[in-house]
């Protein structure tokens, strides 16, 4: 079975700042992990994503994130934060089979400052 | 034109009252789910459809339904709407089940 945490249900940053959204992931089989972005008022669209192979995963607006088996994480950075990045942000996992789903977070809401 | 599209977007209903939630798709993927979301709660799998005769219960089914009229269509039912059933709903495409999920643009669904 497969679960997925989100650390810090809102997290604030100042435009320009450093973005982390942690997440840390339960899986018994080596997983498939996704970060999905929700902009208000719309259904959530995919960011990023690991399968296989390179652990560094870069995704669309300039987020990476990084799967680090040893820590059963998967957060999702962008070394500057643009107003436009004000949305929630949900870590989901999926085992490596096409019986599974994908099992998501509890979300993470990202505010920017000005 | 949206490839997931869902109506209605908003719907107001009455304790008891039976409604009908409707998901379309044109990515020609198999595979279709109904989530609900509710704050600090994420999304919660409602039910999924891995193709028109395969449709499975998810984490929290009870006090809906659903039917798989097509490849492309699927519609989640509220037989006796009930407060607590207020949420916004949200039906995904997939072509397998480890790949991307698509998503509609939801519907906001309001119990009296």
Known sequence: AQSVTQLGSHVSVSE???VLLRCNYSSSVPPYLFWYVQYPNQGLQLLLKYTTGATLVKGINGFEAEFKKSETSFHLTKPSAHMSDAAEYFCAVSAYSSASKIIFGSGTRLSIRP | DADVTQTPRNRITKTGKRIMLECSQTKGHDRMYWYRQ???LGLRLI????DV???NKGEISDGYSVSRQAQAKFSLSLESAIPNQTALYFCATSSGGQETQYFGPGT???VL
Do not use: N
């Not at chain 2, 039910?47 to 891995?50: A, G, K, M, N, R």
């Open chain 1, 16 to 18: 320009g700042a450093l």
């Open chain 2, 47 to 50: 039910y999924y459809s891995f």
């Open chain 2, 53 to 55: 005769k395969d449709i």
């Open chain 2, 108 to 110: 906001r669904l309001l």
């Open chain 2, 38 to 40: 509710d704050p600090g």
